[in-house]
């Protein structure tokens, strides 16, 4: 039977996240993968009921070796666009269900196009962008539209004390130079640059000053939701530590090996008559990731899902209830604003 969850770049920043969080709520059958055979051993110490199976991008069978007994693979290893290909390619090959935590655009992009068909043929779940960046997003816009026929805007509002970028997250904005697009008039188009505007996220964040930064939720939104405008805020002093090569990269600071980093999102959607809004905040964008992740892994493996083949966060689970069932230790879900329009 298929009960291993493999964790593909298990020894990375976001990847020690998630094996730590499936070990917290009881999983044991866990597979630690990834290129680097002495960086699995070592973390192996931690965990030594793990089984690790290194395997390589470039070699199919150790890639089909390592996932033989998985039913849920995590790929946390990027940059996406060389990883997630070959990993969902022996996904498809061996019935196992998938995971990513691409913010690219180029990648879901890619995943929709490539494997759609087989993966609804073969009744295989394949979720890219199941994290801070493109799930969170998904899964507060669905929340607060779901009983709406059409929505005319959604805003996503991104708001962070710091930002201080792992190696992975160097490496992928290095190899990512696709034009970003966002969704207009109900069309992907290509990004043009918008005004610096002003943004209160409330505390701890407070006042940012905010640029448009469309990532991959416009894509996975857009995929499911009858939305004609889409667009995504970045907090600016964020975006500048992320492009100065001098910021360290994150340090922990508690129990949970979280770092200091603060952060807010802010979802408004608006249709004809009323604008609604809901707010996430929590600490440590990375290690987010890791309890959305293994609540996705709850759902798949209860059945708690509402289709397979390539989907997104926001429509393969119940948004709401997904949302409501998060730890607020790990992330805190406001209640939904609602506004007459005038």
Known sequence: MKENIAIYGAYGHTGKFIVSELYRQGYKNIVLSGRDEEKLKLL???YPDATIKPADIHDAASLDNAFSNAKIIVNCAGPYLDTAEPIIKSALRLGSHYIDLTAEQKPVLDIFEQFSEQARKDQILIIPAAAFYGGLGDL???AITNDWN??????IYIGLDSW???KGTRL????????????KDKLLQEFEAKPVIKWDFKNPIGVKEIIALPLSEIITISRHLNVKNINTYLSQNSLEELRNENTPEPKPVDDKNRSSQQFAIEVTASNQNTTRSITAKGQDIYAVTAPLVVEAINRILSGRINKTGVTTMGEVFEASDFLESLNADDITISSVTES???
């Open 44 to 46: 192996q110490k931690q």
């Open 140 to 142: 507060l816009s669905t």
């Open 150 to 155: 059409e929505t005319e805007e959604i805003n």
């Open 164 to 166: 201080h970028p792992t």
């Open 172 to 183: 992928t904005g290095e190899r990512n130079h696709y034009k970003r697009l966002i969704f």
């Open 340 to 342: 007459v329009n005038i």
